[in-house]
């Protein structure tokens, strides 16, 4: 790798890390002043805890060979980075620094679904094991050379930069643990501070550069083009949601607009690669309508997704997989869709990647989430009276605005 795409790929990395400060205000923003600090630190912590995590065995579970198990799972070669000279194979390093933002914010989007009442040492037992049983195979499925990556004559899925291993992982696994958890005890209020959603909304949609042009590791015109059309699906997103918003209620609400526009980051995610700018406005659209109906449905439902984590990231990420095969163009990419070319087979190898991990991560998430429960001294929730209290006090004994403190 030469040295301009080495400085770009570590800016890259640095903006994937700020999407997790960004999502951590996000967020925050959106719950009651009494779990601002806690729903903050879910982030913070999952900054910590998957960095530890990644580099003694995550990315060799996903990135060296897994012999007999290849097809599912990666190693051990690369325990504690064994085998990996950053000095004499840069390219190599930039790989664990790259891919592990990556496994650093994903676990952290499934918190919108369990604010307000999870217990914080069990969440951080349950990130452990959350990233070595459901995020390394899923990864290794589809970058590196598990049985996603064989679909389609060795084609394998389009996902530039995480829409199946990121966004849909995520969000099946926040709709296990709001099923796990149970409502809230007074759910539905409205969110405490509308800045921190937008500030946090903006940060994320600035990383975002980072997360999909950085995802070819190199600084070329398939990043421009990949830089280009984010910043268009996401625009795309956030107006469709703020006009649909002024239709129906006659207001055009900050938090929906900034919900929007993650809507349309996420969809845009793993066709950043693949597809043009008209793609990219169609994509936006979709994600835009998509995703404000599935925030609209999600409390007839009943299921307390707190942040409707599902119902953007979820939503959002199965159109946005989809819609890679739809509107692919070999010219950027090298694999054309169903417009260009009428592709059937990559949209079939689509719909297969995107069943896969709906039915994997909801699964083992599930089962994660049981065992914890029944762990003594673990358990899933807070009691009642911590609830009620909050969970900034309750958790970490800190409030998140101090109006009475001491001169």
């Known amino acids: 790798m030469e040295t301009g795409n080495i400085a770009w790929m570590l800016m890259a990395s640095a903006l994937v890390l700020l999407m997790t400060p960004g999502l951590a205000f996000f967020y925050g923003g959106l719950v009651r002043g009494r779990n601002i600090v806690n729903t903050i630190m879910y982030s913070f912590m999952a900054m910590a805890v998957a960095s530890v995590v990644w580099v003694l065995w995550g990315y060799s579970l996903v990135a060296s060979d897994g012999g007999g198990a290849q097809a599912f799972i990666g190693g051990f070669g690369y325990l504690g980075l064994s ?111 509308v800045p921190y959603v937008v500030l946090g909304a903006g940060i994320l949609w600035f990383g975002w550069f980072g997360f999909n042009a950085g995802s070819g590791y190199a600084a070329d015109g398939r990043a421009v083009n990949a830089f280009l059309v984010t910043n268009v699906a996401a625009g795309t997103a956030a107006l469709t949601w703020g006009l649909i918003s002024q239709f129906q209620y006659k207001k055009m609400s900050a938090a929906g607009v900034a919900t929007g526009a993650v809507g349309g980051l996420v969809a845009i995610t793993p066709a950043a690669g693949f597809v043009g700018v008209m793609g990219a406005l169609a994509i936006g659209l979709g994600a835009g309508l998509l995703c404000y109906l599935a925030v609209q449905m999600r409390p007839k439902i009943g299921l307390d997704d707190a942040l409707d984590v599902f119902a953007v990231h979820g939503i959002g990420g199965i159109w946005g997989a989809l819609a890679t095969g739809i509107f692919a163009v070999a010219a950027i990419g090298g694999t054309s869709g169903l417009i260009e070319n009428g592709n059937v087979d990559q949209m079939l190898t689509q719909i297969i990647a995107v069943g896969a991990t709906l039915l994997y991560s909801g699964i083992v998430s599930l089962g994660i989430l049981k065992l914890l429960d029944l762990i003594p001294g673990l358990g899933l929730r807070v009691s009642e009276t911590d609830e009620d209290q909050g969970l900034d006090i309750s958790q970490h004994g800190e409030r998140a605005f101090v109006t009475d403190g001491a001169d």
Not at 114 to 134: A, C, G, H, P, Q
Not at 138 to 157: E, F, K, P
Not at 177 to 183: E, W
């Open 83 to 193: 085998g990996i000279d950053g000095i004499a194979n840069p390219d190599a390093m930039i790989d664990v620094i790259f891919q592990g933002m990556f496994a650093i914010i994903t676990p952290a989007l499934i918190t919108g679904a369990i604010v307000e009442r999870f217990k914080f040492t069990t969440y951080l037992v349950f990130l452990v094991l959350w990233l070595t049983l459901v995020y390394a195979p899923i990864a290794h499925w589809v970058w590196y050379g598990g049985w996603i990556g064989d679909l389609s004559g060795g084609n394998g899925a389009l996902d530039f930069a995480g829409g199946t291993v990121v966004h849909i992982n995520a969000a099946v696994a926040a709709v296990a643990a709001a099923v796990m958890l149970g409502k809230r005890r007074n759910p539905g209020l409205e969110p405490s501070n």
